[in-house]
């Protein structure tokens, strides 16, 4: 196998994360989680989504945490925006960058904002073109590029043909979201390819879900095939607040402790992110799936002396 | 990457998973259990194991499970043992292969056994003859291959002259234990290449467990270096019982979904499986790590409709 020696990670968990929690988090705590994140060392933050706040109410204090997160320099906050209102409402609020998402899934598309995926993607076109406009950067997202829950498996072909307008728009990067968590090992690579040897020298980012507990392993294989950018969530919090089950992103934690232990350089701090971790876990009440802040580093005894 | 065709899983939910359970089990659920798993096709079952009832007493039912599973054809019924002891009563109570281990980390050993690994090696050697003599398979195990939580990290060479040394002495297979969960998916390679340089066509099996969130991409790297032969345990229960956090095996429902979908064969039936993961969850009172049981298949529209 072949291994990247650096690695990005997108730090998706103040979105993707706490989008679809129940219990409203205020916007101290928000701004918190951010600024740790930040200090953790993070080249990139998902810092929020300019949603419906109908549709996310989590996310309706969006304008807040843009204006009072601290802006680290060298960092990028990017944030999610489904459509052209969200984007002006985000170039507004001083987003480093614009992340806009079209499913690959037609159905998919249409559960999540009422029209086909062409639809999306022609609005997307416009969107990336008005936002690189106003200097501001953009990347899409093509969401269920790996199969969704009603169509099966989505064709290679069709994301990359998706993946080439959102560039030919202007889109900077291009992010491939295993939305409902259905790809696999074999297919991660396979996809990547494609979609490298259709755009050669693509910003290209991965966003896996560990719904049935392959996420670890298409990191892998996602780096076997060429792949440095990943999305994860501290504790391996999110999913899609729409669908059941979606289970968590992958966890910056054990991401990063994964690649410490492999020579892969992250940029982060694994201590900050398990303060993270512990910050998020009183702040949620619950233990996360991450595993990592946990166990503690690999053959470290102090995990055998608090038993 | 390279994968294989096939590979094989030994299931060891009915010893490693069920070890450490703190409430009693009754040999009707460990039978009840380990007929499931016949029945899911498996090739390879770790049915139990012959300790003292003193130090895991879980197990103290061992001669009772032997005589009342069903011993369907094809089926490998295989038993742990710590020692010369333990191997004949296993030997007596009809197993049909014997796993002797040692922890490659002598402090490991001394917290297990109370030996250091070369008292334990020497013992094994003996075992593994004497067992042979009475006419039955044994697989030695070298425990905390891959580091522990005292002297960290385990030379290879180390791992590879212990292997060396239970194989010259008449066992028939050699397993790699990460018992602790310190493994990393370029580590398992470079252990997975040097024991197969040491020992060609080795029958050479893995055991990893999933404390810090790897056990699925150290199956990846372990196929890519050329291992076929996995543990796993349903519902990923399991870890040593005089560890803390020692975090479950990897999890077989979920290892035989992946390879569905990168279409790779197991020979075992994942809604058997599904079955056996109720049963235990039924059976535990919680919800067990594994992930398929709870999400379902890839790419089936159910999970969205129980939402």
């Known amino acids: 196998m072949r291994y990247p ?15 679809g929690e129940p219990t409203a988090i205020s916007t101290d705590d928000k701004v918190r989680l951010v600024d740790l994140l930040s200090a953790s060392g993070v080249e990139r933050v998902n810092a929020t989504s300019f949603v419906s706040p109908r549709a996310v109410p989590q996310m309706a204090d969006a304008e807040q945490v843009m204006s009072r997160i601290e802006r680290r320099a060298g960092v990028v ?12 409402r985000a170039v507004e609020a001083g987003a480093d960058a614009i992340m806009v998402f079209v499913d690959a899934s037609d159905e998919g598309n249409r559960r999540s904002v009422r029209r086909s995926t062409e639809e999306s993607l022609a609005e997307a076109e416009r969107l990336i073109a008005e ?30 043909r998706m993946a080439r307008r959102m560039v030919a728009a202007g889109a900077g990067a291009i992010a491939l979201g295993d939305t409902t968590g259905e790809a696999s090992p074999r297919q991660v690579a396979e996809l990547i390819s494609a979609v490298l040897e259709a755009l050669p020298g693509v910003d290209l ?4 879900h560990d719904t049935r507990g392959l996420g670890m392993a298409n990191v892998l294989a996602a780096m076997d095939a060429g792949a440095t950018r990943f999305d ?3 504790g391996g919090i999110g999913g ?18 994964m690649c410490e232990e492999m020579g892969i350089a992250t940029g982060l701090d694994l201590d900050v992110l398990v303060e993270a ?3 998020l876990e009183s702040l949620l009440g619950r233990p996360l ?17 608090t038993a």
């Not at 650096?6 to 998706?12: C, F, G, K, P």
């Not at 199969?147 to 989505?154: D, F, M, N, V």
């Not at 899609?240 to 402790?257: K, M, Q, R, S």
């Open 5 to 19: 020696n650096r690695i990005v990670i997108r730090e998706v968990s103040p979105r993707d994360g706490l989008q």
């Open 77 to 88: 906050y990017d944030v999610s925006v489904p459509n052209q209102r969200g984007a002006a």
């Open 205 to 208: 980012g991965l966003h896996f």
């Open 131 to 160: 936002t690189r406009a106003r200097g501001v950067a953009v990347a899409g997202t093509v969401g269920m590029a790996f199969g969704s829950p009603y169509e099966g498996r989505i064709a290679p072909e069709r994301v990359v």
């Open 232 to 234: 994860a969530s501290v």
């Open 240 to 257: 899609n607040p729409f669908l059941h089950n979606a289970a968590g992103n992958i966890c910056t934690e054990d991401l990063v402790h």
């Open 277 to 279: 971790n512990r910050f």
């Open 289 to 305: 799936p991450g595993k990592v802040a946990h166990a503690g580093r690999s053959r470290v005894p102090q995990i055998l002396e």
